[in-house]
């Protein structure tokens, strides 16, 4: 058999039509236009208000997401199973912070456990924490983590305000609740990864919640932003504390810009990786590191880039698992990197996509990040139009 390769752009395309190719292909040269996301937000708001919610549906949004409920997620779904590749579904709604938007938030990704519960198509659950507790109260909460090294996730009420301790107990007991049902659902569920400011209390709620469920198997995953200096160290001490089985997702990041703004603000040192190269070497790091040691850990290699996703494969092979082992994944976004998501399921690997859904307007913030980011990570929009206009050609042979 060949060698896996991710310039093989007809299993990468194999589940497109000309039509869809034409259009992904049109909406990717978009990107090049800063006007267009300059004032894009803004424009299909106006269009979503003139009853042209239809035209935003089909363009920008139907490439990203997958529909506006679960329901409607069932297409690609179905479409994504046909290849062999899992479904996230990813509540992408950023709404207002108040308790009952919080009540409303857990109530949906309640739904997407319960949807996934049985089903060998929909591997994984996620949410953020913001969506189902206040920033206020994470920053708050971590602050009092930081300044009095708190290791146990009960005592943190004990040192915030008098304000925010009810508020703390119920994003809290939403947090678990929705760890709790995945695991009795026998789900599993990634938290995501925020701001620098926040997560020190979501790393010490998602430690509790793997020390108290991960008993046998990985049930909850914590994120890790590989762009931060201090996660790959922030790996390896918790793996050696050796409490429980783990589970990590392994991203580069998405919040460098406001990251560094806010260092500079407030006088305090960067968290962010001094250039891309020390990204990457950690990621790798970090991936080598969690095949290392299999026996206690779970990974799910998220990542847009080649050759971490090329390491991750060979290093199945080094440890002796099998392509398809249950311990290690990989995943994309939807409508990006196809040719690596279709390419390594293609080879046996496990692959998922994740799969945004929501009110287009309320999806509107998650789908401008989408545009921004494929405009401005380096060579990711342009390396996207090459292999969609590769295989434009090669069709046309």
């Known amino acids: ?85 899992g479904t996230i579904l990813d509540y992408s709604v950023e709404g207002e912070e108040s308790e009952s938007t919080f009540k409303l938030t857990a109530a949906e990704i309640l739904k997407t456990i319960q949807r996934a519960k049985g089903n060998k198509d929909i591997p994984f659950s996620v949410f953020k924490t913001t969506g189902v507790m206040s920033s206020e109260v994470l920053e708050a909460a971590s602050l009092a983590i930081e300044n009095n090294d708190i290791k146990d996730i009960l005592l943190v009420e004990n040192h915030l305000n008098v304000s925010l301790k009810s508020d703390w107990q119920k994003g809290f007991a939403r947090f678990m609740s929705l760890c709790n049902a995945a695991a009795n659902s026998e789900v599993q569920i990634f938290v995501d990864a925020e701001e620098t400011w ?82 990457d070497r950690d990621y790798d790091a970090a991936v080598e590191f969690c095949l290392e040691n299999h026996s206690s850990v779970s990974v799910c290699i998220a990542t847009h880039n080649e050759n971490s996703s090329m390491l991750g494969a060979s290093l199945l092979a080094k440890q002796g698992l099998d392509n398809g082992d249950m311990k290690v994944s990989f995943s994309q976004l939807l409508g990006m990197s196809d040719h690596i998501s279709f390419n390594l399921s293609n080879r046996g690997y496990r692959v998922s996509k994740y799969v945004p859904y929501g009110p287009v307007l309320a999806v509107i913030p998650y789908l401008t990040r989408r545009a921004q980011e494929n405009s401005g990570m380096a060579g990711q929009m342009g390396r996207e139009l090459a292999l969609i206009e590769s295989e434009i050609k090669r069709r046309k042979r």
């Open 1 to 85: 058999m060949a060698e896996l390769s991710f310039q093989n752009t007809s299993v990468a395309f194999a589940h497109k039509s000309d039509a869809e190719l034409s259009k992904a292909r049109m909406l990717f040269k978009s990107f090049n236009y800063p006007a267009l996301l300059t004032y894009g937000p803004a424009m299909a708001k106006v269009a979503v208000g003139l009853g042209l919610k239809f035209t935003i549906k089909k363009t920008i949004f139907e490439q990203f997401c997958g529909g506006e409920t679960i329901h409607e997620c069932d297409r690609a779904i179905d479409s994504l199973a046909k290849s062999g590749i």
């Open 198 to 279: 926040l997560q020190p209390a979501i790393d010490l709620m998602a430690t509790h919640a793997m020390e108290q469920l991960n008993i046998t198997r990985a049930w909850i995953f914590n994120t890790l932003q590989m762009y931060r200096h201090d996660r790959l160290a922030y790996l390896q001490y918790q793996v050696a504390e050796n409490k429980c089985k783990y589970g990590y997702k392994l991203v580069r990041g998405a919040y460098m810009e406001k990251e560094r703004a806010r260092a500079v603000k407030l006088g305090y040192q960067d968290p962010i990786q001094p250039n891309k190269e020390s990204t």
